[in-house]
Structures are given as structure tokens and as C-alpha cells.
């Protein structure tokens, strides 16, 4: 392929999709099941995303396993295998987004080892992508595109004195840059942050013989254990009722009742040793791991405040203490990067490094035919999310649900300015329900009596999606049941008198895009 001034105009119902990750194979899949000619873009020589170890932009470490379970993290027309644990590992995950890209049909429509350079907007209409693959590129002119990178790609580096001088033997990373435990054997090891990845890196170091690790933080979360009474947190917490209830319930109700339900299965974090923290869980916010609390309890892990600056090993925290290390891992998150867009997009979105102005996370009314998939950090399962959010944007392209007029268009993207002001972190189930409303595929649980107790209380299945509306499978309703039953969690049957009394509490139903 060779580059020239003027673009080579792709066939009209050509879509380019920027990413081969979940969020631009499942797009590329419903863009190509309703009548487009997908080329998705793919900078790493396999798909598989952030679960794929060689792309330059993964994350992920050799034994990483999901902290979701293994029904809510697939999509709904591939399931894992019987075989599968519960929570798969990163080797599973690659085999599972590679399977399901040759199920989908969607291998003739890759183009590994082509990283996108450059989206501008073309002469009149339509959108220019740039790309090289070795020393060849390409400028090509697409009437759509999907901008479905993630918002995992640029390690946020906090601003610390000192830090880049540290000189321990094991040296300052970021936690996208830790590539196991092995390494920091006999080692003194400060883990910095209160995100997933940090206290499950320190929790793995603490199991597999580093000589002391510490946790910094800014402040100190509320805990969710992975499993509650052998049932994954997210077939618990992330539901309908949940969805309905954000909608329904003023804040300060809200933040009580998830509260309550953290601490009532996993105990508040001072009595486990680790600081006390806000009583708001909001204030707060709300981390995930399954052993974290239980090895501060035992001493192998010692909680520390924030830390102030680093000289040389020695490392003095918020307050005033100081102690030396051999090692120190920035479990900080990420900030949301896109580095091929052009000043002229990144200004319309409002693009700063952390937040991009969007109506419903997906659409701008200024930016005709360019979609976006996956944009934002989600509390919870992200794998229906993605699912959701492509079918609406398939659905849309295809003429099969109704496209949103400027005026809601524009009132959502005040409504996404407002949110900067607020956590960048989004519930899954608020988002679930909103794409599923949007896509037309959300089920009405009083239409459906026998699995009314599964809809509101079992877990935001993807084959629950796939009862009503475009692309309804006969087979839903047995699966819906089947993802209710796993683990015991919610079985099918009548709703218990304590779950009709909270419906009932909540049967308000304010417009899905409140929550």
C-alpha cells in the first residue's frame, strides 16, 4: 500500500475499526452481521487487546486472571468452556477473543501489524485513516468509523519528588509495566494506589515471597472480595434491581445500601488493620480483591499513607514516616489517550487526557459517522457493556433503531460535561441498562413471569439481551435461567416477599439516561 495525497474512497459500507480488542471485535461482529464490510485496524500482530501480552498497549501480567466471572466475561453468542475456571486467566481470555473473532467470521477482516497513525476529517465527508504496516501505508477515506482503543493505554504517572531518581535494585514501575512476582523475591516492595491491579500485585507478591510489601494510598477504599459465599461479587452487585434502584433512589440511599452489602459480606477495612475510611461509600470509593484485607490482617501486608517523596531507596510518606525499599509498582490507573486523532476531533470531543465529551459515551453531533466503544472506566464486568454499546452503534448505522437528534445529541454532551466534575469510574449495570434501552433489547421483566426473579435479581447475563429486539435467539431464555443458576446465586421461581417489597421501593421510573 502506498500513501499519496489523496485518499483511496473505500466501498460505502466499508467501516473502519480502530482496535482488536473485546470492544472492536464485538463491533466489527455486529457491524458485519448487519450489512457492513468491517476493516479492523490492529497495531499488535494478533487480536485479543489488552489480553494480548505482545500488543505494545497490553497490561496485563503472566498469570493475571479477570476479577469478573467467567458468564460475565464473554459475550452472548460464545460462551467459555464447561472446562473454564471461574475466573479465567489472561492465556484464557487470549484463546476466548481469538475463538470468537473466527466464530464471527471476522478473520478476513483483520489487519494485524497496521497500527493507525492518523483520523482526520475528509475533504467534504467522510473520515481519513493513515495507517503503516512495516514500510508500507496507507490513506484511505471511510464514510464510518469506530474509535474502539480502550481507556487503558496511558499509564498515569502520579507527580512525586524524587521518584525518578529511586534507586532500589528493583527499580519504579507502573503496574502495566509488572511482569510477575519472580523477580522481586527477597525484595522490599511498596505498592502504590488503591485500584484493582495494585492490591492484587501486592497481594501476589505477598504470597510469593517478597520480604515486606507496603501499600500507599490517598485514601483508603472499601474492599469487595471477589466471592461472596462461593458466589462472584459481580453476579451479586451488578442487576437490574441495581440499575433501578440508581435511578430511583437519591445518592445518599444509593451509597447506605452499597455500604451495607460491602460491609455485611466483606467487613469494613479497619478491622482488618488497614485505616478506617469514609463513611460515604462514594467519598471513599470501592476497590476489588479477594485477599487483600485478609493478609494486612496477618501482617504480610502493611497499609501506609501517600507518598510525599523519594531520596535515593528511602521513601517518606504523608505523615512524616520514612522507610527504605527495593522496589517500587504505581498502581495509579490509566488516563485516556488517543493519539491519532487530529486537533480538530480531539478539541470537538474535549479530549484531555482523562475525559472525552460524548453523548451517551458513544456519539458527537459534530462528528457525523464516527463512533466510539469502551471509552470509559467501569466498575464491573465490561464484557456485555461492549456488547451493548456495539449493537446500539450497529443498529443505528443499519437504520434499525432511530438515530438521536441533535438537540439530544448535544444535551449529552452537557450532560458529559457535568460528569468531569464527578468520578470517572461508571457501574456497569447503569451502563448495561442504558445501551440495552438504547439498542432496544433491554427486557421488560413483568413480560417474562418465569424468569422475572433471574432479570431483576441474577446477574446482567449477556444472553439476557438477547431475549427481545434485534438479534433475539430463541435459546435466550434457557441461558438466562442457566447464568441465574450458576453458582448458586439466583434460581429461577417466584419473587421471595423481601424482593417484591424492594421493588416496591424503587418502582419509580425515571428515564434510563438519569442513571
Known sequence: MNASLDPIRTPERSVAVIGAGPAGLVAARYLKKHGFRPVVFEAAAAAGGQWNPASPASAVWPGMRTNTSRVLTAFSDLDHPASANVYP???????????????AGLTPNLRLSTRVEALERGPGAGWIVRSESGDSVASELFSRVVVATGCCTAPDMPEIAGLN?????????????????????????????????????????????AAKVSV??????????????????????????????????????????????????????????????????????????????ALVAEGRIQPRPWIEAV?????????????????????????????????????????????????????????????FIGLYPLVGPYFPVLELQARWLAYLWAGLRPMPSIQTMEQGISTARARREGP????????????????????????????????????????????????????????????????????????????????????????????
Open 165 to 209: 531518581g529511586f534507586a532500589g535494585r528493583g527499580g519504579a514501575i507502573h503496574s502495566s509495566q509488572y511482569r510477575g512476582s519472580e523477580s522481586y523475591r527477597g525484595q522490599s516492595v511498596l505498592v502504590a494506589g488503591c485500584s484493582v491491579s495494585a492490591l492484587e500485585i501486592a497481594s501476589e507478591l505477598a504470597a510469593s515471597g
Open 424 to 515: 470517572r469510574d461508571v457501574p456497569m449495570h447503569a451502563l448495561a441498562t442504558l445501551f440495552a434501552a438504547n439498542a432496544g433489547v433491554e427486557p421488560r421483566p413483568a413480560a417474562w413471569p418465569a424468569l422475572e426473579r433471574a432479570l431483576w435479581f441474577g446477574p446482567l447475563s449477556p444472553a439476557s439481551f438477547r431475549l427481545a429486539g434485534p438479534d433475539a435467539e430463541p435459546n435466550a431464555a434457557a441461558r438466562t435461567i442457566e447464568a441465574a443458576r450458576a453458582f448458586n446465586a439466583t434460581a429461577e421461581g417466584a419473587l421471595t416477599p423481601e424482593e417484591t417489597a424492594r421493588l416496591k421501593a424503587v418502582a419509580a421510573t425515571p428515564d434510563l439516561r438519569a442513571g
Open 311 to 371: 531520596d535515593g531507596q528511602t521513601v517518606r510518606f504523608a505523615d512524616g514516616s520514612t522507610d527504605a525499599f527495593d522496589a517500587v509498582i504505581l498502581g495509579t490507573g490509566f488516563g485516556l489517550s488517543l493519539p491519532f486523532v487530529s486537533e480538530t476531533i480531539a478539541a470537538s470531543l474535549g479530549l484531555d487526557g482523562y475525559h472525552v465529551d460524548l453523548h451517551d459515551h458513544t456519539l458527537h453531533p459534530d462528528l457525523d459517522g464516527l463512533g
Open 216 to 293: 500507599a494510598m490517598r485514601r483508603q477504599r472499601y474492599v469487595l472480595q471477589k466471592l461472596l459465599a462461593g458466589v462472584p461479587a459481580d453476579h451479586v452487585a451488578f442487576t437490574r434491581f441495581a440499575a433501578q434502584a440508581g435511578r430511583a433512589l437519591p445518592p445518599d440511599a444509593i451509597a447506605a445500601g452499597m455500604k451495607q452489602m460491602v460491609v455485611a459480606s466483606c467487613g469494613s477495612p479497619e478491622q482488618f488493620g488497614a485505616p478506617k475510611p469514609d463513611d460515604n461509600i462514594f467519598v471513599a470509593g470501592l476497590t476489588q480483591s479477594q485477599n487483600y484485607l
Open 89 to 103: 486467566s489472561q492465556v484464557d481470555m487470549l484463546a476466548y477473543l481469538q475463538r470468537y473473532a473466527e466464530t
